[in-house]
């Protein structure tokens, strides 16, 4: 039988959004994280580059804002970018005490604050903290671990977002606001009715909806879609990031190859060896993601052939191996060394840039719904995301929403009865 169930937050999604949110906020109440598959089955978890933040001596917070703004196209807000690129050290920091563990500095290598830094595309410096080459994968580890732990926090996993719940369209007295959401059980397949003073939208972006995508199968814009239909303005959703370096491989289901990896030198090159990115931008093979992206296709229909190559094998191989152990693992394993050959990849979808509106609370036009990640549009990313500022945005942005969600706890809840979800509400809605 559908229930009707009361807490304090809600959040649906499970990633570093949502749960460096409920962390926050679990303190002063009690917290509902609803998940459509297990709780570390998210986009975070398959992040593998790491999360950027001013660091090192030989950077600042203007060359980081400026790196932004470029990969942007222009279309970025700037005060958005000031307000999180200044605020990335503390909430690196955080996610320290959180557990997660980055990479520590070793000697005469490029470092700051005690971590080593690394490069990707668009960067003028080395500014990113990172976890090996499974970054996402230790964030997501020491978050699940403390959300799983946290008496104030219930975890329901296998339980998908079906549509929010809103004061208006509930029959609820007073102004338009949200006021939960209506979630579906998958072991059951019955709609209960989650309801809390503050809902935090965390469910990540849309790639899915592409065939070939670096996305995992949770992403399919469930988030986007609901905030909309609620009401929320949802902006600049023609703009999906295809990253340039996927596994090419009839097996591989489009696995990432971290732009890391051209940060530590690899070239990219045609079939014929060809080094062809110096031609197309100044920053070569550490180009913006839309710019190399392009350059891919572009050599793929001149010359015909299914793939360009990544090579790395003029770095040390034991460098290589350290560095990169997943994707040296993950490659192996179709037959590919990638420290004596190359690895042959082809872009494909992989970040939503635009989602659901929110203002530098991470509020949306829609009144005690929140949002935070790849579901939202904060104004960060304009056109092209700058790499690594995904993670970085998840955690700046959950802790503002948290910090304007506490101030809401002691709002009234909602006294009459909801009515129960009906199927006739949301149209093509599914039971995935």
């Not at 977002?161 to 959401?181: E, M, Q, Y």
């Not at 909806?209 to 670096?214: F, G, N, R």
Request: net charge negative.
């Amino acid at each position: 039988m559908a229930e009707q169930r009361d807490f304090d937050f809600l959040v649906l999604g499970s990633g570093l959004a949502g749960l460096f949110y409920a962390l926050r906020v679990a303190e002063r109440g009690r917290v509902a994280i609803v998940t459509k598959r297990a709780a570390d089955d998210s986009a975070t978890s398959w992040a593998q580059g790491g999360i950027a933040a001013v660091l090192a001596d030989d950077d600042s917070f203007d060359d980081h804002q400026r790196d932004t703004l470029t990969a942007g196209a222009g279309l970025c807000h700037e005060d958005v970018v000031q307000y999180v690129v200044e605020r990335a050290p503390a909430v690196v920091e955080s996610l320290v005490k959180l557990g997660v563990h980055f990479d520590p500095a070793e000697e005469d290598a490029p470092s700051g604050g005690g971590f080593a830094l690394g490069r990707e595309g668009g960067h003028g410096r080395r500014r990113i903290l990172h976890h090996r080459d499974a970054t996402g994968r230790e964030v997501e580890r020491a978050l699940v671990e403390r959300a799983r732990a946290h008496p104030n926090i219930a975890l329901f996993e296998q339980h998908l977002g079906v549509d929010l719940v809103t004061t208006l369209r509930s029959g609820i007295a007073g102004p338009n606001r949200c006021a939960g959401a209506y979630v579906l059980d998958a072991k059951t397949n019955l709609v209960h009715c989650f309801l809390a003073p503050v809902t935090l939208l965390a469910t990540g972006g849309g790639g899915k909806v592409y065939l070939y995508t670096s996305n995992p199968d949770v992403a399919s814009g469930d988030g986007i879609a609901m905030g909309y239909r609620a009401g929320a303005t949802v902006a600049n959703l023609e703009f999906m990031q295809f990253h340039p370096t996927c596994l090419f491989h009839p097996q591989a289901k489009s696995f990432l190859i971290t732009e890391a990896v051209r940060g530590e030198g690899g070239i990219l090159k045609t079939l014929a060896g060809d080094a062809f990115m110096p031609r197309y931008h100044a920053m070569a093979d550490l180009a913006p993601r839309d710019v190399v992206a392009r350059a891919i296709d572009s050599e793929l229909k001149r010359s015909g052939n299914e793939c360009v190559l990544l090579d790395i094998t003029h770095k040390d191989p034991a460098f290589v191996r350290e560095r990169f152990p997943t994707i040296y693992e993950r490659c192996l394993s179709f037959g590919i060394d990638i420290t004596r050959q190359p690895i042959p990849v082809v872009p494909a979808a992989h970040y939503t840039c635009g989602g659901v509106r929110t203002d530098l609370h991470g509020e949306t036009d829609l009144p005690n719904l929140f949002a935070a990640g790849e579901v939202s549009c904060t104004g960060l990313h304009g056109a092209n995301r700058l790499a690594s500022n995904s993670l970085l945005e998840c955690a700046v942005f959950a802790d503002a929403a948290a910090e304007e969600s506490l101030k809401r706890l002691d709002e009234a809840r909602p006294s009459a009865e909801v009515p129960a979800w009906q199927a006739q509400w949301v149209r093509g809605a599914t039971s995935r």
